[in-house]
């Protein structure tokens, strides 16, 4: 389980939240809301220990993440609205290094399965300079096909995804909660996930 206690985050001298409390059990999924520049984005990188909150506690199995560390990154991937590859690499290079980077041995054969399961097929060998937004979305969510962690962030998953792209997204969401993962997300775009609560999280 995860969960927060009274967590506040800043930014400069703006308070962007404050006494921020929840919980979230594996199989759940929660959408975080709000305006633009109201902390989204902070709060999804405070979560991941990528920022240090203000106040409050992060904790991920009774332990709070300071203290898990390497353990916690373990088993948390965030995406973040970037989709954080490299040009001059080709989709099959840049998930084979974001694997290895995360802990996990990826071979060329399951990273092309991966890369064709996300509409990719053909297109494993080329630079990713010369794929189309979309095409390079795809490229970073494909990560979500060869990593074993449980919590999943992601900040603006359906950026520059077509309706086709969208389905998949929601579909590997929907697999993910039935193997007892839990998602927790942003995005501007209609998200739907059969067979569970949607739970949310307004910021103001």
């Known amino acids: 389980m995860l969960e927060i206690s009274n967590l506040a985050c800043s930014r400069g001298d703006h308070r962007l939240f404050s006494e921020l409390s929840f919980s979230l059990d594996f199989g759940q999924i929660m959408q975080v809301q ?5 902390g989204k984005t902070s709060l999804l990188r ?4 990528f920022i240090m909150p203000d106040e409050g506690d992060i904790i991920w199995r009774g332990e709070n993440i300071r203290d898990l560390d390497e353990e916690y990154y373990a ?3 965030y995406l973040g609205h970037l989709n954080a590859i490299k040009d001059e690499l080709s989709a099959l290079e840049n998930l084979r290094v974001s694997a290895g980077l995360s802990g996990v041995e990826l071979d060329e054969k399951e990273a092309i399965v991966a890369l064709r399961r996300m509409g990719l097929r053909g297109r ?3 630079p990713t300079k010369v794929l189309s937004q979309g095409q390079r979305r795809r490229v970073a969510l494909a990560r979500l096909l060869v990593s ?4 999943w962030v992601l900040d603006e998953p359906l950026t520059a995804l077509d309706v086709g792209a969208v389905a ?9 909660l039935r193997q ?8 501007h775009q209609p998200l ?6 949607m739970r949310s999280l307004s910021l103001s």
């Open 46 to 49: 405070t979560l991941c220990g």
């Open 180 to 187: 007892q993962g839990m998602v927790i997300f942003t995005t």
């Open 34 to 38: 709000g305006a633009n520049g109201s």
């Open 124 to 126: 494993e060998q080329l």
């Open 168 to 176: 998949l997204i929601q579909e590997l969401i929907e697999e993910h």
């Open 75 to 77: 088993e948390m991937m």
């Open 148 to 151: 074993d962690a449980k919590l």
């Open 192 to 197: 739907q996930v059969a067979g569970v609560e």
